[in-house]
């Protein structure tokens, strides 16, 4: 309303908030939002169906989907796999440990068909395939006596911190050197008019720590809610069974993203 204007960082929040669900789509919706021509209006693509392991949880998922317009059946099919991602946690023979991993405890759940190391033995296996010089070397133990879900999970993260220190690692050497992109972060946005901030003006402030306290706070909370959603994205159950995946302490392959 004119009697209430909102404040810089109101906008900032909701130019935040926008540019989230715009980068968020395409990971979140079972089809994603292609790619236009600027300034065209583009529509969602759904596939007819879904495929998951559980037929249940599928039947339960294409009930809603199926009984939604056409412009909603993406948003819906997003929110119902993720409330039976909900419903599967809290589940208490399918959910995680109360404890959760490393610890949890061995269900049998997905092993019987899996072809993943389950014990000591398939890991010294395949570290010896991997790297015949150096073997099995496990000084602190993990593997013994571990659950088949424990090694899941350990190899899993592993995978997963290797990936981002590489990726840190290169991102870290391009900011110190001053690389960035050639336009702008933040500036006249949807009738907004904010400070203009180029990715130039933060390169600018310093070194990587520097650039990161040099950005605005909606471009922090937006890259911390980006990061969060697709840690979420890549856990949920129904969405690696779409791929014909299985969670990782379920079986399936550790370091696998839907």
């Known amino acids: 309303p004119a009697s209430h204007p909102s404040t810089p960082l109101q906008l900032a929040l909701r130019r935040s ?34 495929v998951l ?21 993406s948003a819906a099919m997003c929110s119902r ?11 208490e023979e399918l959910g995680c440990a109360a404890m959760g991993p490393p610890f949890t405890m061995p269900t049998g759940l997905g092993w019987d068909t899996s072809t993943e190391p389950k014990n000591q033995e398939d890991m010294v296996a395949l570290a010896k395939r991997l790297n015949p010089v150096v073997g099995f070397w496990d000084p602190l133990g993990i593997v013994d006596d571990a659950s088949p879900e424990t090694i899941g999970w350990f190899r899993h993260a592993e995978i997963k911190h290797g990936r981002v220190a590489m990726a840190g690692f290169v991102g870290y050497c391009l900011q110190s050197n001053g ?34 306290d040099a ?19 890549g856990e949920t159950s129904a969405a690696l069974e779409m791929d014909g995946q299985k969670h990782y302490v379920r079986g399936g392959k550790p370091g696998y993203y839907p």
């Open 179 to 212: 690389v960035h992109f050639p336009w702008g972060i933040q500036g006249q946005f949807a009738g907004y008019d904010l400070p203009a901030v180029s990715f130039g003006d933060i390169a600018a402030a310093g070194g990587p720590a520097d650039q990161w």
């Open 17 to 50: 908030l926008i540019m989230l669900s715009t980068i968020a789509t395409p990971f979140a919706l079972n089809a994603g939002m292609p790619m236009a021509n600027a300034g065209r209006v583009v529509s969602p693509v759904m596939k007819a169906n879904i």
């Open 215 to 233: 950005l605005p706070t909606a471009g922090k909370a937006q890259i911390l809610l980006v990061i969060g959603f697709l840690e979420m994205y």
């Open 53 to 73: 392991a559980d037929k249940e949880a599928e039947a339960r998922i294409m009930a809603i989907v199926d009984a939604e317009p056409g412009k909603t059946k």
């Open 81 to 91: 796999m993720a409330a039976e991602n909900l419903d599967r946690i809290r589940d």
